[in-house]
């Protein structure tokens, strides 16, 4: 193989780079896509308004304490109510993979924060994070069967070390649009070292498979 596409692609996430490396026969990461049908849902947080004008003004909403259900976090976070039940399904689905490419589920899920009373970059609407409506995950920790424990982080394995457990958790996601409408990652600026995972009112999906 090129020594050049030995090159792991924690720096190499801009499309001149990855236009690059193919050129040259590497095998590049592709971006996801949904892997099934999007159905229409109803979601209680969808009628909420997220425009603003002037000073930045957040809702008053019921929080709860969450600290996980089947993979405990690192941190307890503050969550919207219908938020909960979307984090105790994505944990289900986190452990499924876990097993699949690890042996076991994690057992630890880290993460950089769910409420945050700020707009998205750049405009005057209100972040999911605001409504408590999303979750920043930065990695996993494993206790492996060999009694070694490792601990996967995006912005440090997603191309290099976890790279196949966190390319099947991305198709994972991918195959089921009902747990989180919004799934940014390595490759959309500003997430090359988390997973943004929300249930906003659109639909959307821009994260590189590694």
Known sequence: MNLICKIKFVKA????????????????????????????????????????????????MLLVDYEGTTIPYASPVKVN??????????ELLVAEVGKRTMGVAPAKLHHMGTLNCRPIRGGNTLSEHAFANAIDVSGFTFNLPNGQSKTFYVKRDWFGNGAVFFAELTRALASRPDIFRIILGPGNQGHDDHLHLDMSPSRYIDVLIP
């Open 81 to 90: 109510p219908f938020f909960r039940e979307k984090l105790i399904h994505f």
């Open 13 to 60: 996430t801009s499309l001149f780079i990855l236009s690059l490396l193919g050129s040259l026969g590497c095998a590049t990461p592709q971006k996801a896509t949904w892997m099934a049908p999007v159905q229409s849902e109803e979601y209680p947080l969808d009628n909420e308004s997220r425009k603003y004008s002037g000073k930045t003004k957040c809702p008053v």
